[in-house]
């Protein structure tokens, strides 16, 4: 590996984590704005032009602020938690390809923190160790409401990851039909999703031509369960029993403050986006999209992938908000019965019925 | 699909509360308070003033009265006798003393009612945070108002609230002084008070449509 090699290794891991940091702070003021348009409110409006400089205000206000270390806390575990939390988050979106791979100088740079070939095993891996982080804070602090939020928190987690699989699986099944043999890869997953269905159907083509070719739609069902089950993986309302603010006060975070609680502030929000961003490259199609080259500047070119990119997770991040702004939280046998007796054998039926239609279409008729 | 159907009246409610917020259809609920500021109901108790008559006499005879009805104890009165040359107050003695520590005060009015003379009143006010204990102290400096009816204030330029509502009284006064009978409805039944005053009576029950409500008699 050569000094260029690692020098754009290093950039592309900065500007992917740059990125989420910018995108984290606009998110956080972006639910606050879009959740007060709900409530008929104003919402932040004090620092900066429309208060956009809210979530760094906040963000400052906590660094300088007293971490406090209760008396009664498991040291060790309690000052880890938090790390835990944030470094799986960003992991997540590492996997991410953000925009089409451009060259500079013969070096192709790919805009993704890192392109494994099991990068949806990886995201799973670490969206249950995520969980480890809640649990660990809720047990550590020594306080009975994180210790309820903690003990929640690993009956929603294993209830969704299973949901959450099962939704992907299809998905990659799918995308195996979609080219030369299956992938885990998402830069892969998202090549794949690259043109229009124009050539599926061919009396429909006149139609299908203009349909881009993106696995929601043969794949909606997916999308469904996967949606359900990222909202809960997150602990975003309606399934924020984990922290379920007029039962159990904070839950896990109770007992944190200053860095300690920004971080899994800042956690809940990176797995709120490296989430979407997953949906919108497994479904949506993640950066493809026309790029018109030629009619526009290159630089419009290479840029209008991230462009995309961003629309769609944005479109998935504001549903988000939009069903926190719109439901109550969901009591705890209703999340249960919810995860263990709709999504899960709505996933696995979902992924028989895939099965069966892709091994028809590539076998044909068992009795033929 | 009954649930998707909920689920979708749902999304639709607080989507279409979003649009019309975004593009100005909708009312706000918030009062962006230092900029603007909501209509006060008549009765709104802030904080208090000591009156004086149309002629400059103070009206407080140091009694102690309000000290005594005050339930947080944070009022501090001492009376002494008038200078017969030059009284301050057409009584025998006048409040030498009169302190409200707002930091205690619970705004219960109940020194209005108390008082005989009328004296003490509260106003629309409410603006009154300090930075120090001391100034949460307010005296005879700050709640006299002066012979022609200004009333002061803790920090005249610093202040964020409409100081013209220190020139308005607490409904309470307007609308029962100074016996509380129902047949004194909308008549003015409280002396006269320096300064340019327009202090009506609360209109009366028939004007708030609320007689049938009551009955024709009334309490009284």
Same mark, same amino acid.
């Given at each position: 590996?050569?000094?260029?090699?690692?020098?754009?290794?290093?950039?592309? &891991? &900065?500007?992917?984590?740059?990125?989420?940091?910018?995108?984290?702070?606009?998110?956080?003021?972006?639910? !606050?704005?879009?959740?007060?348009?709900?409530?008929? @409110?104003?919402?932040?409006? !004090?620092?900066?032009?429309?208060?956009?400089?809210?979530?760094?205000?906040?963000?400052?206000?906590?660094?300088?602020?007293?971490?406090?270390?209760?008396?009664?806390?498991?040291?060790?575990?309690?000052?880890?938690?938090?790390?835990?939390?944030?470094?799986?988050?960003?992991?997540?979106?590492?996997?991410?390809?953000?925009?089409?791979?451009?060259?500079?100088?013969?070096?192709?740079? &790919?805009?993704?923190?890192?392109?494994?070939?099991?990068?949806?095993?990886?995201?799973?891996?670490?969206?249950?160790?995520?969980?480890?982080?809640?649990?660990?804070?809720?047990?550590?602090?020594?306080?009975?409401?994180?210790?309820?939020?903690?003990? @929640?928190?690993?009956?929603?987690?294993?209830?969704?990851?299973?949901?959450?699989?099962?939704?992907?699986?299809?998905?990659?099944?799918?995308?195996?039909?979609?080219?030369?043999?299956?992938?885990?890869?998402?830069?892969?997953?998202?090549? @794949?999703?690259?043109?229009?269905?124009?050539?599926?159907?061919?009396?429909?083509?006149?139609?299908?031509?203009?349909?881009? !070719?993106?696995?929601?739609?043969?794949?909606? &069902?997916?999308?469904?369960?996967?949606?359900?089950?990222?909202?809960?993986?997150?602990?975003?309302?309606?399934?924020?029993?984990?922290?379920?603010?007029?039962?159990?006060?904070?839950?896990?975070?109770?007992?944190?403050?200053?860095?300690?609680?920004?971080?899994?502030?800042?956690?809940?929000?990176?797995?709120?986006?490296?989430?979407?961003?997953?949906?919108?490259?497994?479904?949506?199609?993640?950066?493809?999209?026309?790029?018109?080259?030629?009619?526009?500047?290159?630089?419009?070119?290479?840029?209008?992938?991230?462009?995309?990119?961003?629309?769609?997770?944005?479109?998935?991040?504001?549903?988000?908000?939009?069903? !926190?702004?719109?439901?109550?939280?969901?009591?705890?046998?209703?999340?249960?019965?919810?995860?263990?007796?709709?999504?899960?054998?709505?996933?696995?039926?979902?992924?028989?019925?895939?099965?069966?239609?892709?091994?028809? @279409?590539?076998?044909?008729?068992?009795?033929? | 699909?009954? $649930?998707?159907?909920?689920?979708?009246?749902?999304?639709?409610?607080?989507?279409? %509360?979003?649009?019309?917020?975004?593009?100005?259809?909708?009312?706000?609920? %918030?009062?962006?308070?230092?900029?603007?500021?909501?209509?006060?109901?008549?009765?709104?108790?802030?904080?208090?003033?000591?009156?004086?008559?149309?002629?400059?006499?103070?009206?407080?005879?140091?009694? /102690?009265?309000?000290?005594?009805?005050?339930?947080?104890?944070?009022?501090?009165?001492?009376?002494?006798?008038?200078?017969?040359?030059?009284?301050?107050?057409?009584?025998?003695?006048?409040?030498? $003393?009169?302190?409200?520590?707002?930091?205690?005060?619970?705004?219960?009015?109940?020194?209005?009612?108390?008082?005989?003379? /009328?004296?003490?009143?509260?106003?629309?006010?409410?603006?009154?945070?300090?930075?120090?204990?001391?100034?949460? $102290?307010?005296?005879?400096?700050?709640?006299?108002?002066?012979?022609?009816?200004?009333?002061?204030?803790?920090?005249?330029?610093?202040? $964020?609230?409409?100081?013209?509502?220190?020139?308005?009284?607490?409904?309470?006064?307007?609308?029962?002084?100074?016996?509380?009978?129902?047949?004194?409805?909308?008549?003015?039944?409280?002396?006269?008070?320096?300064?340019?005053?327009?202090?009506?009576?609360?209109?009366?029950?028939?004007?708030?449509?609320?007689?049938? /409500?009551?009955?024709? /008699?009334?309490?009284?």
């Amino acid at each position: 590996m050569t000094w260029t090699e690692f020098g754009i290794v290093v950039l592309r &891991v &900065v500007l992917t984590f740059g990125l989420l940091m910018v995108l984290t702070i606009v998110n956080v003021w972006m639910e !606050r704005k879009l959740l007060a348009d709900m409530q008929s @409110r104003i919402g932040p409006n !004090r620092a900066g032009p429309f208060g956009i400089l809210q979530t760094v205000a906040d963000g400052l206000k906590l660094f300088f602020k007293e971490s406090i270390t209760p008396r009664k806390v498991e040291l060790a575990m309690y000052v880890l938690a938090p790390f835990l939390a944030v470094i799986p988050a960003f992991l997540i979106f590492m996997m991410v390809p953000w925009g089409a791979p451009f060259t500079i100088g013969g070096h192709e740079v &790919v805009l993704q923190g890192a392109d494994l070939n099991i990068g949806l095993l990886f995201i799973l891996a670490m969206s249950s160790m995520a969980v480890y982080a809640v649990v660990l804070a809720g047990w550590s602090s020594g306080s009975k409401y994180p210790l309820i939020g903690g003990v @929640r928190a690993t009956a929603q987690a294993i209830s969704y990851e299973a949901a959450l699989g099962l939704s992907m699986v299809a998905v990659v099944m799918f995308t195996a039909t979609q080219g030369e043999g299956g992938t885990l890869s998402l830069a892969e997953i998202v090549n @794949r999703q690259a043109g229009t269905w124009g050539d599926v159907i061919p009396a429909l083509e006149p139609i299908l031509q203009f349909v881009p !070719r993106w696995n929601i739609f043969p794949q909606i &069902v997916a999308f469904v369960i996967f949606f359900v089950a990222i909202v809960a993986e997150t602990n975003r309302a309606p399934f924020d029993l984990v922290e379920a603010e007029q039962e159990i006060v904070g839950g896990f975070h109770t007992e944190y403050s200053g860095m300690r609680f920004a971080m899994f502030f800042l956690a809940e929000y990176v797995n709120i986006f490296s989430m979407s961003a997953i949906g919108a490259t497994l479904f949506l199609g993640g950066w493809n999209g026309p790029v018109f080259e030629g009619a526009v500047p290159g630089f419009v070119s290479a840029i209008l992938p991230t462009v995309y990119f961003l629309l769609k997770t944005y479109a998935i991040v504001f549903l988000f908000f939009w069903i !926190r702004a719109t439901l109550p939280r969901l009591r705890y046998d209703q999340l249960m019965t919810l995860g263990w007796k709709r999504l899960i054998p709505g996933a696995l039926g979902w992924l028989v019925l895939s099965t069966v239609v892709i091994a028809y @279409r590539q076998f044909g008729p068992p009795w033929s | 699909m009954g $649930i998707v159907n909920e689920l979708w009246k749902g999304l639709k409610v607080t989507g279409g %509360t979003m649009l019309r917020t975004m593009f100005g259809g909708s009312e706000l609920v %918030t009062t962006q308070f230092p900029k603007e500021t909501r209509q006060k109901p008549q009765r709104f108790h802030g904080r208090h003033v000591l009156n004086r008559y149309p002629d400059g006499m103070e009206k407080c005879i140091g009694c /102690e009265l309000c000290a005594g009805a005050c339930p947080a104890d944070c009022i501090h009165v001492r009376g002494a006798d008038n200078n017969p040359e030059s009284p301050t107050s057409p009584g025998e003695r006048y409040g030498y $003393i009169y302190e409200i520590n707002m930091l205690r005060c619970i705004f219960c009015g109940l020194c209005v009612e108390a008082c005989p003379t /009328e004296a003490i009143t509260m106003t629309h006010l409410f603006e009154m945070s300090t930075t120090n204990r001391e100034d949460a $102290i307010y005296t005879r400096k700050e709640l006299l108002m002066d012979p022609s009816g200004n009333v002061p204030h803790m920090f005249p330029d610093e202040t $964020i609230g409409d100081l013209s509502e220190l020139e308005s009284a607490d409904g309470w006064m307007r609308a029962t002084a100074p016996s509380g009978v129902a047949a004194y409805e909308g008549v003015k039944m409280w002396r006269d008070t320096a300064g340019e005053r327009t202090w009506d009576p609360e209109p009366t029950q028939e004007d708030a449509d609320r007689v049938s /409500e009551y009955g024709e /008699e009334g309490d009284g």
